[in-house]
């Protein structure tokens, strides 16, 4: 039984709140609107996956250490593989980014799920750049080198040093992972929470108008 | 668009439904997904070429490292010049009245003449020559030490950094730091030396690079790979991998005037910060796309939607 003090509880307000708007039916439903019958739609999942993959050959790269893929044939193939699955990641998340724009996907109310992904975007784009800093080879002292200027030029240099490979090792593989899995978090559950975007025509009957 | 739309657009969907298994899809996605990134790693693995060492630059280019050198003790090296965050020897770019990195000021402090030249020669055991230089270099005053350097500078540029050439001047031990610095280079000491800076721990490497991008080679080596901002290099990779072709936009605005001529003013100078600008507005304007307008009503203009909803529209006769 609950009293009036448990009402004002922060506690039961995120539980009332959570079990009105994601119910555990809409959090792992078994049906689909009937009109998300596209390839298109596979492009968010994929992005998904890739991420996966990203954060599981991430893992394996920073338990062995940030030199061993020069040195080892296996470390080299985990290399390959945190390296190809980015270049997935960004494909299908450019595909799905365009997909949702060309459905005006922020309809009904879904404008923070729209900024929430576009947000994770850009933020990957940071994320992955840190990527290329941390290779430790000719490349990543070439982009160091070139990047400082950019960001010397506003200021942001002042703090962020794309030449300190300990502070971009750092940020890749602690700070802005942890974002860009926050921010992916809120995405994924603010989709399931307001559902997929029905059809732009969808409500012209109901509305009286023509399509 | 009416509130009635939104609300019906907004509400839980009543419409036909079909089944959907979320943890199947997913789970087969994580599947292929690991199969085709382990296929391509095996069968291409991924870009690794070799970092560039003080060692390679001083064997495979010493007119050029030792050029390099007499710079940085002369204060004529791109890094000497900078400014903020490296030093104060110039206001660096700006934004029409706004020179943001001389305003946040010197956060990365990099002597050149000592950072790059006198403390690492003073981590080893030098030859004669080079020990009494560096003697007298540490026991002369300032004035002294900039004739000296900017003499043997100018001298060498003369002579196209022909070192054999230089004729006779008043150039002090400047010739000898330079010389023992080479050869401190050609062993392979100085790499480790830039970066401890006489300390034991050490993660940060701009010290490296900085000096590393005062010379040519290094230069003239991303260029032969491709790599140079000109040549949409921000977006390039080494080898015949893809690079971060995401960056195509950043890297767009550096090909096209007035950005392309650093010689032009106001723009092109400073073309990193006005990039910089217009990328950060760009990117604002992706994440509040759906409230801009114009941009906001073309998915309505130009019906792509009507190719994803194909089916829908045909079962529902819209």
Same mark, same amino acid.
């Given at each position: 039984?609950?009293?009036?003090?448990?009402?004002?509880?922060?506690?039961?307000?995120?539980?009332?709140?959570?079990?009105?708007?994601?119910?555990?039916?809409?959090?792992?439903?078994?049906?689909?609107?009937?009109?998300?019958?596209?390839?298109?739609?596979?492009?968010?999942? *994929?992005?998904?996956? #890739?991420?996966?993959?990203?954060?599981?050959?991430? @893992?394996?790269? /920073?338990?062995?250490?940030? =030199? %061993?893929?020069?040195?080892?044939?296996?470390?080299?193939?985990?290399?390959?593989?945190?390296?190809?699955?980015?270049?997935?990641?960004?494909?299908?998340?450019?595909?799905?980014?365009?997909?949702?724009?060309?459905?005006?996907?922020?309809?009904?109310?879904?404008?923070?799920?729209?900024?929430?992904?576009?947000? *994770?975007?850009?933020? #990957?784009?940071?994320?992955?750049?840190?990527?290329? @800093?941390?290779? /430790?080879?000719?490349?990543? =002292? %070439?982009?160091?080198?070139?990047?400082?200027?950019?960001?010397?030029?506003?200021?942001?240099?002042?703090?962020?040093?794309?030449?300190?490979?300990?502070?971009?090792?750092?940020?890749?593989?602690?700070?802005?992972?942890?974002?860009?899995?926050?921010?992916?978090?809120?995405?994924?559950?603010?989709?399931?929470?307001?559902?997929?975007?029905?059809?732009?025509?969808?409500?012209?009957?109901? @509305?009286?108008?023509?399509? | 668009?009416?509130?009635?739309?939104?609300?019906?657009?907004?509400?839980?969907?009543?419409?036909?439904?079909?089944?959907?298994?979320?943890?199947?899809?997913?789970?087969?996605?994580?599947?292929?997904?690991?199969?085709?990134?382990?296929?391509?790693?095996?069968?291409?693995?991924?870009?690794?070429?070799?970092?560039?060492?003080?060692?390679?630059?001083?064997?495979?280019?010493?007119?050029?490292?030792?050029?390099?050198?007499?710079?940085?003790?002369?204060?004529?090296?791109?890094?000497?010049?900078?400014?903020?965050?490296?030093?104060?020897?110039?206001?660096?770019?700006?934004?029409?009245?706004?020179?943001?990195?001389?305003?946040?000021?010197?956060?990365?402090?990099?002597?050149?003449?000592?950072?790059?030249?006198?403390?690492?020669?003073?981590?080893?055991?030098?030859?004669?020559?080079?020990?009494?230089?560096?003697?007298?270099?540490?026991?002369?005053?300032?004035?002294?030490?900039?004739?000296?350097?900017?003499?043997?500078?100018?001298?060498?540029?003369?002579?196209?950094?022909?070192?054999?050439?230089?004729?006779?001047?008043?150039?002090?031990?400047?010739?000898?730091?330079?010389?023992?610095?080479?050869?401190?280079?050609?062993?392979?000491?100085?790499?480790?030396?830039?970066?401890?800076?006489?300390?034991?721990?050490?993660?940060?490497?701009?010290?490296?690079?900085?000096?590393?991008?005062?010379?040519?080679?290094?230069?003239?080596?991303?260029?032969?790979?491709?790599?140079?901002?000109?040549?949409?290099?921000?977006?390039?990779?080494?080898?015949?991998?893809?690079?971060?072709?995401?960056?195509?936009?950043?890297?767009?605005?550096?090909?096209?005037?007035?950005?392309?001529?650093?010689?032009?003013?106001?723009?092109?100078?400073?073309?990193?910060?006005?990039?910089?600008?217009?990328?950060?507005?760009?990117?604002?304007?992706?994440?509040?796309?759906?409230?801009?307008?114009?941009?906001?009503?073309?998915?309505?203009?130009?019906?792509?939607?009507?190719?994803?909803?194909?089916?829908?529209?045909?079962?529902?006769?819209?």
């Amino acid at each position: 039984m609950s009293t009036s003090t448990e009402k004002e509880m922060w506690v039961s307000k995120l539980r009332k709140g959570w079990q009105k708007n994601l119910p555990i039916e809409k959090l792992l439903p078994d049906t689909q609107p009937a009109y998300v019958a596209s390839w298109i739609y596979l492009f968010g999942v *994929a992005t998904l996956a #890739s991420l996966g993959m990203i954060i599981a050959t991430g @893992l394996w790269l /920073s338990f062995e250490g940030a =030199q %061993w893929y020069h040195t080892s044939n296996v470390g080299h193939f985990a290399n390959s593989m945190h390296f190809w699955s980015v270049q997935f990641f960004f494909v299908f998340m450019v595909v799905h980014l365009w997909g949702k724009f060309w459905m005006a996907a922020w309809r009904g109310r879904r404008m923070l799920t729209w900024i929430t992904g576009a947000f *994770a975007f850009v933020g #990957s784009i940071a994320t992955a750049f840190t990527g290329y @800093l941390v290779q /430790s080879n000719f490349d990543s =002292q %070439w982009i160091s080198y070139e990047a400082k200027d950019g960001f010397n030029s506003v200021g942001i240099g002042s703090r962020f040093t794309v030449t300190n490979f300990g502070q971009m090792l750092l940020l890749h593989v602690a700070f802005l992972p942890v974002i860009i899995g926050l921010i992916t978090l809120v995405h994924v559950l603010l989709v399931r929470a307001k559902g997929v975007v029905p059809p732009i025509d969808a409500f012209n009957k109901e @509305l009286g108008e023509r399509k | 668009m009416s509130d009635r739309r939104a609300e019906l657009e907004a509400a839980h969907w009543g419409g036909r439904t079909r089944r959907y298994d979320l943890i199947k899809e997913g789970v087969v996605a994580v599947v292929i997904i690991a199969i085709l990134v382990g296929a391509l790693a095996t069968l291409f693995g991924s870009p690794d070429e070799k970092q560039v060492t003080f060692k390679e630059w001083a064997v495979a280019a010493p007119a050029d490292f030792y050029a390099t050198s007499v710079q940085e003790l002369a204060g004529s090296s791109g890094t000497a010049g900078y400014g903020a965050p490296y030093n104060k020897a110039s206001d660096g770019i700006n934004l029409g009245p706004l020179y943001l990195a001389k305003l946040l000021g010197v956060t990365h402090p990099v002597d050149t003449v000592n950072d790059f030249v006198i403390t690492p020669l003073t981590t080893v055991s030098n030859a004669a020559p080079v020990a009494d230089a560096l003697k007298t270099w540490q026991a002369s005053d300032a004035k002294s030490k900039a004739t000296w350097a900017t003499n043997y500078d100018n001298a060498l540029t003369k002579v196209n950094q022909d070192q054999a050439k230089v004729p006779a001047g008043n150039y002090g031990p400047v010739p000898e730091l330079a010389a023992g610095l080479l050869t401190m280079a050609q062993a392979g000491s100085l790499d480790g030396a830039l970066l401890s800076q006489g300390n034991y721990f050490q993660t940060d490497n701009t010290k490296q690079t900085l000096f590393l991008g005062d010379g040519t080679y290094f230069n003239d080596k991303s260029t032969a790979s491709n790599l140079q901002g000109s040549t949409w290099g921000m977006m390039n990779e080494t080898g015949r991998y893809p690079g971060q072709a995401w960056l195509w936009l950043y890297s767009f605005w550096y090909q096209i005037p007035p950005f392309n001529n650093g010689d032009s003013h106001p723009f092109g100078a400073n073309a990193d910060a006005w990039i910089m600008v217009i990328m950060g507005v760009l990117s604002f304007s992706l994440i509040l796309m759906p409230m801009i307008p114009i941009v906001n009503r073309l998915p309505y203009k130009i019906k792509i939607h009507r190719l994803v909803w194909k089916n829908y529209y045909q079962e529902e006769n819209l």
